[in-house]
Every structure is written in C-alpha cells, then in structure tokens.
C-alpha cells in the first residue's frame, strides 16, 4: 500500500527517492502529535473514534503538515470515496453554470466532492460517461439528461441516481414547473397585442423542450393566441440564427425559444436583417442565464432557478447515501418570467 493510501485503517512506510519531495504521512502526524499511527488512522477515517482532545490534535497536526486525504484510500475500508458525479448536457452552457455551482456548493458542504462530465448531447456519450463515473463515485446527477428512462433506471439500479429537468419514475428527480413562467410569458405578449407565437424547440431527445412546447400550447389556448413549434439546429447561438428565416416565414410576432442561447441567435439573426426587436418582433427566452441582459435589447426571459435544482438535487443524492428513501414524486421548483427589453407591444 502506498503513501496515498493513508486515510485506511492499515497503512505502511514507502521509501522515497534521493531528493524526492514526499507527501507527508500518516507516521509523519504521529510524530508530530506524539500518538500512534494507528490512532491517526482512526481519526482521519472515521472522527468519532478516538477522544476530541486527541481528535484535535491530530487535525492540528494534520493541518500544519499539509497532509491531504486520498479519497480513493478512503474507500479502501469504507465502500465510499466522498464524490458525487453530475453530467451535464453541454459544459459550454451557461444554463449548466449555476447547476454545476448549486451541486458542489451542497456537496462541500457535506464533505463532498463534485466530480463533471458531459455528454456533448449524445446519449451514447452520456451513458459511457456514466458507467465510468459510477465506478469511482458514490452517486450520480443527471442533468437534463438524453438517454432513455430504462438505461437511467438501470443506472439507479446500480448506485443512487438523481435526475435534473427530467421526470423518470423511480428515479428522485429537481424538476422546474414551466407551466407558471410560461403562463405569465404568453399573457404579457397577449397583452401587447401578439396574436401569434413560435415556439423554437430544443433537441428532439430533450424530454425538457417538450414539456415547454406543452406548456406553451397550453398557455396560448387560454389567452387566444396562435402557436406554431418550430426545430431548431442545435441549442445554441448559432442554432437561433439559423431558425431565423423560419420564424419570418412563420408569420409570428412573438418567440418563445427553448433557451436563452437560442433566443440570443435569433435576435442577432433578426436585427442583421433589419428587423426591429421588439416593436416587429418579440423574443423570451428560457432559463436566464448568465449574460442574458447582456444583449442590446436585455433579454426577456422565463427564469428557471437552476442554483437551487443543482443544490436540491445534491442533497436528494447525499440523503440516499445515508439511506434515506428518495421523495414520493419529482421535487418541483416554481419559474418566473422576467421582463426585459427584448419583447413589448408590437407596433404594426
């Protein structure tokens, strides 16, 4: 066993190179507290074993040696590594920011590490992914994930699971209810006198953009107002500016995109091309992002609150870990629409 294997309960000395610089060991604390390295072991790999006094010595002793755990060491006598993985659809945007920010704020807080990957929209690439994490930490956020609800169920199976922007049964999932921020949404362009709206939809395996194309549907048959769905590229700044001749085709006043990169493209798109936003046309988009009122016009948007389903999710992960049951029913938090520059009355 190695040096970086000290934080288990059995740990031996390694000779060190001429002139190489050793990581401090546990027989390095126990020289400097003046206990046994046995006791170190105790204290480091499970507190609680040996008296405070003692205890705080050995963190002190610790502390002024720089030592570090080694996770893995850790999981040598406990089963667990003190990680958590989440996988995000696209690490390139901002929507996944305060998702990533609110997991490993919960995590740490809890003596956790976050561990990120992504799967560059591929289910294929987020199942790979997936497996491989599950094999090093002790359980797994999805968000917004692109596999099929059987392979997440199987991975559940395996080690605890949680989901982001996707309701799976079995499976404990942080879910925004869009119904509220898109009702408030199609009754603020109703109200300025929109009488027709596009919906530009987010990837075809995206079970998210659904439930907004649903929602807006919904929304639009209550205040009277025309929709029509329309498929963008990709959900990016470059998939809005490629939609944009279908949204002039489209005969619609108003746009609601499946997120702010995408009503950011559009916007571009459009006022290259010489129309007026919002006077001609107005654009929402979805999730309010970092940046999103960085655009000239400030971008209206339906705010999802992405910190607290990263943070809710962690913690609905790190509860099962200590053996709680998982929620009844998908965890929901409430949207909002945030009025910005980007849409107003329409002006004939």
Same mark, same amino acid.
């Given at each position: 066993?190695?040096?970086?294997?000290?934080?288990?309960?059995?740990?031996?000395p390694t000779k060190r190179g001429r002139g190489?610089?050793?990581s401090p060991t546990i027989y390095d604390i126990a020289k400097?507290?003046?206990?046994? /390295? +046995?006791?170190?072991?105790?204290?480091l790999s499970k /507190?609680?074993?040996?008296?405070?006094?003692?205890?705080?010595i050995i963190e002190d002793a610790a502390e002024q040696l720089n030592y570090q755990v080694n996770p893995f060491a850790r999981a040598l006598p406990t089963g667990r590594t003190q990680t958590i993985g989440l996988i995000v659809a696209d690490i390139t945007n901002p929507t996944f920011f305060d998702i990533i920010r609110g997991a490993e704020t919960t995590g740490s807080a809890r003596d956790y590490t976050l561990v990120l990957a992504e799967s560059a929209e591929s289910p294929e690439t987020e199942l790979i992914a997936a497996r491989r994490m599950l094999g090093t930490v002790d359980g797994l956020i999805l968000a917004s994930p692109r596999m099929d609800d059987e392979k997440i169920r199987a991975l559940a199976s395996d080690k605890p699971v949680a989901v982001i922007n996707r309701e799976i049964e079995g499976v404990p999932c942080v879910v925004p209810d869009v119904n509220k921020g898109i009702s408030q949404a199609v009754r603020s362009l109703a109200a300025n006198g929109h009488q027709q709206l596009a919906y530009v939809a987010g990837p075809p395996q995206s079970?998210?953009? +659904?439930?907004?194309?649903e929602g807006v549907q919904t929304a639009c048959d209550w205040y009277? #107002?025309?929709a029509v769905r329309l498929e963008s590229s990709k959900p990016t700044v470059d998939g809005g500016r490629q939609v944009a001749r279908d949204v002039l085709a489209s005969g619609a006043t108003a746009v609601i995109t499946y997120n702010d990169l995408l009503a950011i493209g559009l916007m571009q798109e459009l006022q290259a091309a010489g129309v007026q936003v919002p006077d001609q046309i107005s654009i929402v988009g979805f999730d309010d992002i970092f940046g999103a009122d960085f655009t000239t016009p400030a971008l209206t948007t339906i705010r999802s609150p992405l910190g607290e389903c990263g943070s809710r999710a962690a913690a609905l992960l790190l509860d099962m870990l200590l053996g709680h049951d998982g /929620?009844?029913? /998908? #965890?929901?938090?409430?949207?909002?629409? #945030?009025?910005?520059g980007s849409s107003g009355r329409l002006i004939a």
């Open positions: 066993m190695t040096d970086a294997m000290n934080a288990g309960a059995v740990a031996f190489e610089k050793s400097l507290a003046g206990v046994n /390295p +046995s006791t170190v072991s105790r204290a /507190p609680g074993r040996v008296s405070a006094k003692t205890q705080k079970w998210m953009s +659904s439930r907004r194309w009277k #107002v025309g /929620p009844a029913g /998908p #965890v929901r938090v409430d949207t909002e629409l #945030v009025v910005r």
